[in-house]
């Protein structure tokens, strides 16, 4: 009975990952996206999952449905609509693929349903690793007891798994070449920290050009390596 129920608990567990939402509420998560049209090849109009597995081999995006007889709602939007914009544009406009519903379902302020058979899907891949980004840099101070500019930044794993190791983190000012690196500590999914530059003179001459990297020397697998870079640029 006991394996039975353990066994059930899985499946349970199983079951709700498997179409849970995508991007999920209140999470800050590195993700690829993408928008896809709903026929691949010479197959279609698919509905959204046939359409991001076709493409991507991802998952599409995706709520709960609050109707009677639907289970999910996906994002789609399309611009081939029998009913021109006002303005006479290409205009896309968003809405809902429902279920096995071969066809995006458009709201509109007239309180219109526009249906359109060929519309594009937003698919989604989240990150599988660690994700390292520059979270925010602060104006350079100036320490007069050491006659230092003091910058710091924070760096966040946006990812969804453990850095596992530690890294560091580098400010770079091209005006004069100069370059102070910095240690960063292991950070779980999602936790921040401060890192704190020093340069041995005021950065402001008159004005200040910073380039920072996260993880400058690579020791971090990260499932995105595009957005370790951060540039400060302001007027002294």
């Known amino acids: 009975m006991m394996l039975q129920r353990y066994l059930f608990l899985v499946l349970l567990l199983a079951f709700s990952h498997a179409f849970a939402d995508p991007i999920q509420d209140g999470v800050s998560t590195s993700y690829k996206v993408g928008w896809y049209p709903n026929y691949y090849g010479l197959s279609g109009p698919l509905t959204c999952p046939k359409t991001c597995r076709a493409w991507t081999g991802g998952r599409a995006e995706s709520e709960l449905a609050p109707y009677d007889g639907i289970k999910r709602t996906y994002v789609c939007k399309s611009n081939k609509l029998d ?7 290409d205009a896309w406009l968003y809405g809902n693929q429902f279920d096995d519903k071969t066809a995006c379902f458009i709201g509109t ?5 526009l249906v359109s058979e060929r519309y594009h899907c937003l698919c989604v891949n989240a990150c599988s690793g660690p994700d390292l980004i520059i979270r925010k840099v602060y ?20 990812g969804s798994t453990s850095t596992l190791a530690a890294t560091d983190a ?12 910095q240690p960063v ?11 704190t530059f020093r340069l041995g003179y005021w950065v402001f001459d008159p ?7 996260v ?10 390596e595009s957005n370790n870079t951060a540039v400060y640029k302001k007027q002294g």
């Open 170 to 181: 580098r400010v770079f000012d091209p005006g004069t070449g100069a370059v102070d690196i």
């Open 83 to 89: 009913v021109p914009s006002p303005a006479d544009i």
């Open 185 to 195: 500590g292991v950070l779980a999914p999602g936790a921040s920290i401060g890192v």
């Open 207 to 213: 004005d200040a050009e910073l380039h920072f990297t």
């Open 215 to 224: 993880d400058y020397s690579q020791k971090i697998d990260e499932c995105d």
């Open 109 to 113: 302020p007239n309180q219109q349903v």
């Open 139 to 158: 104006d350079p101070v100036w320490d007069a007891t050491t006659g230092e500019s003091v910058i710091k930044i924070v760096v966040t794993n946006a």
